[in-house]
């Protein structure tokens, strides 16, 4: 299975985060799914593609060819798929997915889930998309979400297929049974 999880270049000054994301990259490499991330070596990027090939996972780097040329790209990734920009590299990384994981990350993490969660949405992606909430990350987006359904302008049902993940064990049991 391709499991593509998106997150950011930067490491966070929470411990917790390198942690949970190592543990993340192990568990996607030992059970014999292929990563699909951003392709950078920095931060939690470089962390998760490093823990998932250190477990003997393949690992697909899909990054622009802007970050390329400024140097970013993981050169130990089993491949790396170099898009025109950010718009190409968002409809490869969708297009290879068989799973969706926002970790904690930053705005670029944030538009990148909420097209998938819009496409599950709107019926035109069933595969599991999750995000993990660790430590409470996405307390706020689940409550405007429930926001959005208390006002109408969403349902219980389009909201069906998005997840929210407190640790590694509801990752692992979403996308084991879907």
């Known amino acids: 299975m391709n499991i593509t999880v998106y997150l950011g270049a930067n490491e966070g000054n929470d411990p917790s ?4 994301v190592r543990a993340l990259g192990a568990w996607i490499g030992g059970a014999g799914h292929t990563l699909v991330y951003g392709g ?3 931060g939690l990027m470089g962390e998760l593609a490093g823990s998932a090939l250190h477990a003997g996972g393949k690992v697909t780097g ?6 390329i040329d400024a140097g970013f790209e993981y050169n130990a990734v089993t491949e790396l798929i170099v898009t025109k920009d950010m718009t190409d590299r968002k409809t ?3 297009e290879l997915g068989d799973a969706f994981i926002a970790f ?3 705005t670029g993490t944030l538009e990148e889930i909420v097209e ?5 949405s709107l019926g035109h992606l069933d595969k599991p998309c999750i995000l993990y909430n660790l430590n409470g990350y ?3 987006l689940k409550a405007q979400l429930a926001h959005m359904i208390d006002l109408g302008l969403s349902s219980e049902e389009r909201q069906q297929g998005i997840c929210f993940a407190k640790n590694l064990g509801d990752i692992q049991r979403i996308i084991c049974c879907k």
């Open 17 to 20: 985060l390198k942690e949970a």
């Open 40 to 42: 950078s070596k920095s």
């Open 138 to 140: 996405y307390d706020g």
């Open 116 to 120: 998938v969660m819009s496409k599950v």
């Open 104 to 106: 904690p990350g930053g």
């Open 62 to 67: 899909v990054e622009p060819q802007f970050f």
């Open 92 to 94: 490869k990384m969708i």
